[in-house]
């Protein structure tokens, strides 16, 4: 009986043994994955058109466009479309074209930013109207 009893605490201290080394040593079952840090909200870019001229003579007319951050600046009417490269402020030479009048819709590409895990720009913006709410209309009789 005596040998009984001692098989049965050797069979308690190995398996409890057994439990502490899988409890201390082990690697959990789940790991948790770190929670991604939010990206800090960016500030909109600003889309801003000069006022133009109108009525006018001219075959053309410089258009003032500043784009923060600009990649691409696009300007679209009636005669046409120009485009160019965004600098502060981009000036365009726009074509008029005689007994017409231009709607012109402007648009521009804000260059993609990565800093870290967090992407800003990369899209597009546009307008109709200049920075005092006209409408960007020219009109050549």
């Not at 080394?21 to 770190?34: F, G, I, L, M, Q």
């Not at 500043?66 to 726009?94: D, H, K, Q, R």
């Not at 895990?117 to 200049?130: A, K, P």
Request: aromatic content about 4%; charged content about 15%.
């Amino acid at each position: 009986m005596r040998r009984l009893v001692v098989i049965v605490v050797i069979v308690i201290v190995v398996l409890v043994g057994f439990l502490v080394y899988e409890t201390a040593v082990a690697p959990p079952s789940s790991v948790e994955s770190p929670t991604p840090y939010p990206c800090p909200q960016a500030t909109p870019e600003l889309l801003a058109v000069e006022p133009v001229t109108s009525p006018t003579d001219a075959e053309s007319q410089i258009v003032s466009v500043t784009l923060g951050n600009g990649e691409l600046i696009t300007i679209t009417a009636e005669s046409g479309t120009v485009s160019g490269t965004a600098a502060f402020p981009t000036e365009m030479e726009f074509p008029l074209l005689p007994q017409t009048v231009h709607h012109l819709e402007v648009s521009g590409r804000v260059r993609e930013v990565v800093q870290g895990d967090c992407t800003y720009g990369g899209y597009i913006l546009s307008t109709t109207v200049d920075v005092n709410g006209a409408p960007l209309v020219i009109e050549r009789p």
